[in-house]
């Protein structure tokens, strides 16, 4: 088992695991209150992120710091050829009229001109302004007149044709450019004539203070915010994550790093990333979609040694190995691996942790048996080489991430926010806990107040909101920002995710819900696709649950019925209200009996973000979802009187 040889060599390196060890801070009862950890790289005094490129061409100019896909091949980019081809555009955009401290706003999947343009408008002294390609034309026009940016960078002609009708009645619209026209060749001939020490002067003349990028949140609750994130916020978080990992990866897996980046480079979990990779010469590559089977053939092709996921890919893949499983009629087959993996993988860390004996022979055997029937193929399916993963955005079930472990595949989870440069805690690579976000990342802190919200401290914490100094000073309690979240920190200083401040529901009985927990659980088994979970002020928790497409297709297919089957004949058979009624009792079992759903509805359509109803991060705008079910959670609360 790979991870397991991996772990413990890697653990032979006691000055790696020593590197970071955490201070607790525990109240007169003992709990642990607060966690720190100190920075593993100091503050930079002078530069920039602008200057990676740079320093990695001064440094090592033949190093392979990307591969770019061209026509299904993986052509290397040196650091050499990379900084060329930035200051080239950085050129363009100064020719084109970009002031120092200008904005321009990128709107287009997560594609390696993306990356040039970032650096570009950071070498030429401006500030990037990520919109998600899906953005609607209400979205881009707030961000645009918001920001203020002047230029705009677009994908395709779809993307181009939302930010002129978005921009149209401003008092200067801004120029855009579109990749697929051609932006960056258009860009370094408009520029040709700028001479290199421009771009020098004004990248020399940035200070980690400087405005690196405003990123706006998700907009789950209303109009999203513009987050100010300086360079020094994003070297910190950069530093001090490649910093805490890669030399453990390194020393554990003898590979050489490289990751293929699919997360949207709008959201700042992919761009700190990428900044990462680059600051330590970790190969990438781009792919601009999530959905497995598109990004499967890539994944093969690339073949990564880590990946950045959320647990929407890792769900995926694994019912995809259960639906393949079904076809071949060993769908039972599937399930027993899966409970062996579970059973195998804790008992496994245990032992590695030190808390218990490890598996027995019985257990090692059966691992054996379905290492070969079904875990190898899980490895496969992620390109063969892939050793270790990160998932962010949401927890990932414990089960599902024993899972993965028992398949060769560690997943450390982390937690942060747009307002923390990304993650704010990940789980330590020697100290594995699934189940928990982990501690605090090096240079931070994190405390848990008294009605559990979850505070952090550190320099990876925003400068703050863009033109609204009042949700600035409110997100700030005694020079810690307010998450919004709710948590707990175990005896050691892990952190647990319980859910969101403003989505618990108290019934009728007045018992305190978070719907997160059963709304994560239940998304997580098939064939649910998304869930509202409900119960504000009514007499028990409920559940609005949506159908995922696949799922319902390959249960319509093992059933022998006909594809395309209308829900409202699927929502009355019982087989199928069975398996959601399975995957909600899976979702009780993290809960007690009062905060158990009592009932739930079956409803048509999905949530997306083209109706809505999920952000860009894959998050449920429950005030939209609740507006838009209304008639359904009346019915669902009609049934039971």
């Known amino acids: 088992m790979g991870v397991r040889k991996d772990l413990k060599r890697a653990a032979r390196r006691t000055d790696l695991a ?55 091949e993986w052509l290397p980019v040196t650091a050499a050829a990379f900084a060329g081809e930035v200051t080239a555009v950085a050129k363009g955009l100064i020719a084109g009229g970009l002031e120092p401290g200008g904005r321009v706003a990128v ?36 961000i645009v007149r918001d920001s203020g940016a002047r230029h705009v960078v677009t994908e395709t002609a779809e993307h181009t044709a939302t930010v002129r009708t978005a921009t149209a009645g401003h008092p200067a619209p801004p120029r855009v450019w579109e990749l697929d026209a051609g932006a960056l060749p258009d860009l370094t001939a408009l520029g040709a004539s700028v001479p290199d020490e421009e771009v020098t002067e004004r990248r020399t003349a940035l200070t980690p203070a400087t405005v690196a990028t405003l990123c706006y949140t998700s907009g789950t609750t209303g109009r999203p915010k513009g987050c100010v994130l300086t360079h020094a916020n994003l070297h910190a978080e950069a530093a001090n994550t490649v910093e805490l990992l890669h030399p453990i990866f390194k020393a554990a897996t003898g590979q050489a790093a490289s990751t293929l980046l699919f997360l949207p480079l709008a959201h700042i ?54 639906a393949t499983a079904e076809k071949l009629g060993r769908g039972a087959s599937f399930d027993r691996a899966h409970r062996v993996a579970v059973r195998f993988g804790a008992a496994h860390l245990d032992r590695f942790l030190g808390r218990g004996k490890g598996p027995g022979p019985g257990l090692w055997a059966a691992w054996a048996l379905y290492d070969l029937l079904v875990y190898r193929r899980v490895r496969k399916e992620l390109g063969g080489r892939t050793r270790y993963a990160i998932s962010g955005g949401s927890p990932l079930d414990r089960d599902l991430n024993l899972f993965f472990y028992a398949a060769g595949i560690m997943i450390y989870e982390g937690y942060g926010l747009t307002e923390t440069t990304a993650a704010a805690t990940v789980v330590p690579p020697l ?81 305190n819900v978070s719907p997160a927990v059963l709304e994560d659980r239940l998304r997580s088994r098939p064939p649910v696709g998304q ?21 319902v297709a390959h249960w319509l297919a093992v059933r022998g019925m006909p594809a395309g089957t209308p829900l409202s004949e699927l929502v009355r058979d019982e087989r199928l209200r069975a398996d959601v009624q399975r995957a909600v009792d899976w979702a009780n079992q993290a809960v007690s009996r009062a905060e ?39 019915a669902l609360y009609a049934q039971g009187r």
Not at 532 to 546: F, I, Q
Not at 603 to 626: D, I, M, Q, W, Y
């Open 18 to 72: 020593a590197r970071a060890r955490p201070e607790l801070v525990r109240d007169g009862s003992g709990t642990v209150r607060e966690v720190r950890t100190a920075p593993l790289v100091t503050p930079p005094a002078t530069g920039s992120t602008a200057d990676i490129p740079f320093t990695n061409a001064a440094e090592a100019p033949d190093a392979v710091v990307l591969r770019r896909q061209v026509d299904g």
């Open 107 to 142: 709107m287009a999947r997560t594609r390696y001109e993306w990356t040039v343009l970032d650096f570009a408008v950071w070498a030429a002294g401006g500030q990037t302004v990520p919109v998600y390609p899906t953005s609607s034309a209400d979205q881009v026009e707030w």
């Open 269 to 322: 979990l992919g761009r700190t990333i990428q900044i990462a990779c680059l600051l330590a010469r970790i190969e990438i590559g781009h792919f601009p979609s999530i959905k497995p089977a598109e990004l499967r053939p890539a994944l093969k092709s690339f073949r990564p040694t880590f990946l950045v996921g959320v647990p929407y890919l890792f769900e995926k893949i694994h019912d995809t190995g259960r």
């Open 431 to 511: 100290e594995p806990r699934p189940g928990t976000v982990g501690r605090p990342v090096p240079g931070t802190s994190v405390r848990v107040a008294d009605d559990g919200e979850v505070r952090i401290r550190g320099d990876i914490v925003f400068a703050g909101y863009r033109g609204d100094p009042a949700a600035t000073a409110k997100a700030r309690t005694d020079g810690w920002f307010a998450t919004g979240d709710l948590g707990a920190l175990d005896a050691d200083g892990y952190l647990t995710i319980t859910g969101r401040k403003k989505d618990l529901l108290v019934t009728s009985g007045g018992k």
């Open 531 to 551: 869930c509202l979970v409900v119960g504000d002020n009514r007499p028990y928790v409920a559940a609005l649950v949506t159908l995922d497409p696949d799922a």
């Open 596 to 634: 158990s759903i009592r009932a739930f509805r079956l409803v048509e359509g999905e949530f997306t973000e083209e109706n809505g109803l999920l952000t860009p991060s894959l998050k449920v705008k429950r005030h939209a979802a609740v507006t838009a079910y209304a008639d359904e959670i009346e």
